[in-house]
Nanobody, 122 residues
Framework: QVQLVESGGGLVQAGGSLRLSCVAS????????MGWFRQAPGKQRDVVAA???????NYADSVKGRFTISRDNAKNTVYLQMNSLKPEDTAVYYC????????????????WGQGTQVTVSS
């Protein structure tokens, strides 16, 4: 069973930066596609970014040029660097993994973390 634990959320002013981390347990991390999702109050959960096992990345249009997803397979960790944050980025951010190497924005994910709150003040 894969477990995902996120960290790095918090309160930041608009224009600021945060880096989220997600540590995965299990031996399958290096061969798994990984993604970051977010859910704002009253809204559906949306994909933010995804990274394949080989490091290919995909981003939602709303975060392109501001967010960067990366992974360190030696540390079983995936990151989300968030720059130029906006109040509309406020949400609970979830790390997710899938049983497959690919990571397209519309792929299904099998494993989920508990989420970390990101709040951007104006």
């Amino acid at each position: 069973q894969v477990q995902l634990v996120e960290s790095g959320g918090g309160l930041v002013q608009a224009g600021g930066s945060l880096r989220l981390s997600c540590v995965a347990s299990g031996r399958m991390f290096s061969s798994s596609g990984m993604g970051w999702f977010r859910q704002a109050p009253g809204k559906q959960r949306d994909v933010v970014a995804a990274i394949s096992s080989g490091g290919s990345t995909n981003y939602a249009d709303s975060v392109k040029g501001r967010f960067t997803i990366s992974r360190d397979n030696a540390k079983n960790t995936v990151y989300l660097q968030m720059n130029s944050l906006k109040p509309e980025d406020t949400a609970v951010y979830y790390c997710a993994g899938r049983s497959g190497w690919r990571a397209r924005l519309d792929d299904a994910y099998n494993y989920w973390g508990q989420g970390t709150q990101v709040t951007v003040s104006s």
